[in-house]
Each structure stands twice: as C-alpha cells, then as structure tokens.
C-alpha cells in the first residue's frame, strides 16, 4: 500500500535551518512527484512546492522561491523539504503527499491523493 | 497567483444535501485547472475525496460528488452523516499545471 511517513516533530530559533523528510513506499516514486503543504496553526492549507524524483526538477510557489529547496533521493525514496531562515510565521506542520498526473488517452488527471502524517516545526527562540 | 475563495461555513441537516463552491479570481473554474476536494478532521492530515473536478477515489464515499457549477468548482453531499462534519478545501492547478492554489477551506456543520 502507498505509505508516506515523515520525520519527527522540530523546534528551531528564528535564522535556523530545517529539513523535513518523506519517506515513501508502495509504489513508483520515479514516476509520481511529490507535493508539499503546510497549515500553521488553526489556519488553512498552503501549497509550497512540487518535485518530480525522476528529473529532479522543482516548481515552487513564489512566496518560498530563494527560501525553499525541495529534493528527492531515489535510491532511498524519499523527499525532502529544506526551509532556511525560519521566522516565526514558519510555525506550521508540514505535510508531503504524493501528487499523481496522468493521461489517458486525450482525458488527463492530477490529484495529490496519499499524504503523509505531518510534521510540527515550531520557531521559536 | 490566483485567490481561490470559498463558502468560510456551512451547515447541513442529518440526511440533507448541501453544495460546497469554489471560485477562482483569475475567472471561471475549468477542467483545465483540475479541481480537488479534500476532506480535513481536526488533528488529521487532509484526505483527497475528488479529483480532476469528478473523479473520485476508491475511498471516497458515493454521497460526495464534484462538478463545474456557474463557472466554479462545487462539491456535493447528497445525505450527510455526522462523519462529514469537517473542513473542506478546495486545490486547483493553475499557471500551465504549474502551482496549486488552496481555498481558503469551507468548515461544514451536520446539525
């Protein structure tokens, strides 16, 4: 079965550095990306950034460009999400999920259908 | 990047029907942006329930349903149960597939 499991819980000082990791399995990592989203603390979510594991190529949402690098390892399955100079309004859990495009034959679909369990980084000092 | 608005709450009846709407402020919601419904809990990861603006997954109970209505993304529950009560949120795929912008997400009530 598809299985995304992240890594613990954070706690970083504002400036720091953090990396969340996603490790996958029960199915084709080099032929899905990998979404990640974060919700801060009784708010919504938000879409950080897409990695396709097979090219390595990214697309982030503009508000984490310069801040933001998403990578993937194949040989291990898993993604990873590094976040640098935190502040305070990075406190949020994070969350990775499997995003899916496919097309058959002229009928495409995308869907971010199986997401890991979440991941606390709370900033603070 | 395009804001994508939704109903903030909504509240059904056991056993009732209610529609959740989705606009987008760049215009009208199409196929071309594949639009996603997910379902959230408190304390639970969100969980995909539509897909691709009528797809549904093998989990996905036959009550919900997606369409295009007025020029927006809609999801339908045709009789709720207590269970549904949740935050729903919307995702569509915008600039050549290129982003995901989320809705700010509509709370629903079963009362």
């Known amino acids: 079965q598809v299985v995304l499991v992240q890594s613990g819980g954070e706690v970083k000082e504002p400036g720091a550095s953090v990396r969340v990791s996603c490790r996958t399995s029960?199915?084709?990592?080099?032929?899905?990306?990998i979404s990640w989203v974060r919700q801060a603390p009784g708010q919504g979510l938000e879409w950080i950034g897409w990695?396709?594991?097979?090219?390595?190529?990214?697309n982030y949402a503009q508000r984490f460009q310069g801040r933001v690098a998403l990578t993937a390892d194949k040989s291990t399955t898993t993604a990873y999400m590094d976040l640098r100079s935190l502040r305070s309004g990075d406190t949020a859990v994070y969350y990775c999920?499997?995003?899916?495009?496919?097309?058959?034959?002229?009928?495409?679909?995308?869907?971010?259908?199986?997401w890991g369990q979440g991941t606390l980084v709370t900033v603070s000092s | 990047q395009a804001v994508v608005t939704q109903e903030p709450s909504l509240t059904v009846s056991p056993g009732g029907t209610v529609t959740l709407t989705c606009a987008s402020s760049?215009?009208?919601?199409?196929?071309?942006?594949?639009p996603s419904w997910l379902q959230q809990k408190p304390g639970q990861p969100p969980r995909s329930l539509i897909y691709?603006?009528?797809n549904k997954h093998s989990w996905t109970p036959a009550r919900f349903s997606g369409s295009l209505l007025g020029g927006r993304a809609a999801l339908t529950l045709s009789g709720a149960q207590p269970e549904d009560e949740a935050e729903y949120y919307c995702?569509?795929?915008?600039?050549?597939?290129?982003?995901?912008?989320f809705g700010g997400g509509t709370k629903l009530t079963v009362l």
């Open positions: 999920a499997r995003d899916v495009w496919g097309c058959v034959g002229t009928t495409c679909s995308r869907t971010v259908d199986f």
């Open positions: 029960g199915f084709d990592f080099t032929t899905k990306g």
């Open positions: 990695i396709s594991p097979y090219s390595g190529n990214t």
């Open positions: 760049t215009g009208a919601v199409t196929s071309e942006d594949y």
């Open positions: 691709s603006t009528n």
């Open positions: 995702l569509l795929y915008q600039g050549g597939r290129q982003i995901i912008v």
